[in-house]
């Protein structure tokens, strides 16, 4: 059974700062780590992928992975409240397989 | 189509009715997929469709659901003498892989209400 552990939140951050989430997963044979927004009522849309090790640089997002440690996270630096949403983490096999995903951390950003 | 296209978005049925939730997926994705998002959890994987073939169904609760992408292209999940617990939103993605770690772009869900 592959799982993908999340902290549900609420986690809550000042406007400006930097907000960090948390993901682990369980399968080692994991090949693809993806970080999806998620406002209320609304579908799930990608925000990043990372594939190595290392960290992963897109505007105000950073994706880190470990897959030692079998850990991934998302940095967002200069936090907007528009950034406020729940932020699901999703593991893929990199095979023919759909992704697990994790039950989602929700963020709050306090103007 | 410009994107994953969901119908109905809302679905109100009595306990015991079936229901048939549509999905016209990004056109030339040939792969899809089927999520169960319950309020508060992350999606579940239904079941994943190559084309027409479905190669894995192994997320699909009971044999009270099931799924179908006839020519390829639109898939069905059909939902037969619904229970409380079916009510969620049913997320479809699509991708142009045939690799199903590759990214998913989703439809807006169809949320389905079961009295």
């Known amino acids: 059974q592959k799982e993908v552990e999340q902290n549900s939140g609420p986690l809550s951050v000042p406007e400006g700062a930097i907000a960090s989430l948390n993901c682990t997963y369980s399968d080692r044979g994991s090949q693809s780590f993806f970080w999806y927004r998620q406002y209320s009522g609304k579908s799930p849309e990608l925000i990043m992928s990372i594939y190595s090790n290392g960290d992963k640089e897109d505007g105000r997002f950073t994706a880190q992975l470990n897959k030692a440690s079998q850990y991934v996270s998302l940095l967002i630096r200069d936090s907007q409240p528009s950034d406020s949403a729940t932020y699901l983490c999703a593991v893929g096999g990199g095979g023919a397989d759909g992704l697990t995903f994790g039950k989602g951390t929700h963020l709050i950003i306090q103007p | ?115």
Do not use: M
């Open chain 2, 1 to 115: 189509g410009a994107g994953v296209s969901q119908s109905p978005r809302y679905k109100v049925a009595k306990r015991g009715q079936d229901v048939a939730l549509r999905c016209d997926p990004i056109s030339g994705h040939v792969s899809l997929f089927w999520y169960q998002q319950a309020l508060g959890q992350g999606p579940e994987f239904l079941t994943y469709f190559q084309n027409e073939a479905q190669l894995d169904k192994s997320g699909l609760p009971s044999d009270r659901f099931f799924a179908e992408r006839p020519e390829g292209s639109v898939s069905t999940l059909k939902i037969q003498r619904t229970q409380q617990e079916d009510s969620a939103v049913y997320l479809c993605a699509s991708t142009h892989d045939y690799s199903g770690a590759n990214v998913l772009t989703f439809g807006a869900g169809s949320r389905l209400t079961v009295l």
